[in-house]
């Protein structure tokens, strides 16, 4: 089991990445929330992984916090929620948003999510509030105790949504109206947020 990887970061967007560790590029799956907080191209970066296996396949999903990796994993184990609706989740709220969400027994918000109906979202509620009411999963930090960094990148933002299986015109749209809203510029993050309420 690969538990993290540390090298230099060949190639970077919203959900994918590349890194470089003794002339060995490993293929990495990431939420956007871990893309906003690493460094350029170019340098050393440390990534916690989860190496999921299946019969048909093998990926590596990366984190840029220990509370993102924590919270993936509760959410695997979750009937129904797979790895591409877990990073789906991440993308779209904090590690602190959702815990609260899951104890306050939100389903407004957790319907918000793309791929989430309803009956994910109690399934979600039942399956892990007890466990998210006794951890603490230190959200909005990353492994050093710092508060992560958000970067704006509209193109960026595009191409999330389409790694996430919305059209480029679809992303688009959204995305205009998320600008049309707002009278300053946005994080990444938050620009994908908003733009996923008006993908659905």
Do not use: C, W
């Not at 789906?88 to 918000?109: H, P, R, T």
């Amino acid at each position: 089991m690969i538990a993290y990887l540390e090298g230099k970061l060949v190639e970077k967007n919203p959900t994918h990445l590349i890194v470089e560790v003794n002339g060995v590029g490993y293929s990495v799956n990431i939420p956007v929330s871990t893309f906003s907080n690493l460094g350029e191209t170019g340098l050393t970066v440390k990534v916690l992984t989860y190496q999921h296996v299946r019969e048909d396949e093998l990926k590596l999903f990366g984190f840029y916090t220990k509370p993102e990796k924590d919270l993936f994993e509760l959410l695997i184990s979750v009937n129904g929620v797979g790895p591409k609706v877990a990073l789906g989740i991440l993308s779209f709220l904090s590690v602190g948003e959702f815990q609260n969400a899951i104890l306050s027994e939100n389903l407004d918000v957790l319907t918000s999510i793309a791929g989430i109906g309803k009956k994910t979202a109690q399934r979600l509620i039942v399956e892990l509030k007890e466990k998210l009411g006794k951890i603490d999963l230190g959200a909005g930090k990353d492994s050093k105790g710092k508060e992560t960094v958000l970067i704006p990148v509209q193109e960026e933002a595009i191409l999330a949504l389409v790694s996430l299986g919305y059209t480029k015109y679809d992303a688009k749209k959204a995305l205009e109206i998320v600008a049309s809203e707002s009278k300053e510029s946005l994080p990444l993050e938050e620009m994908i947020k908003r733009a996923l309420k008006y993908t659905r």
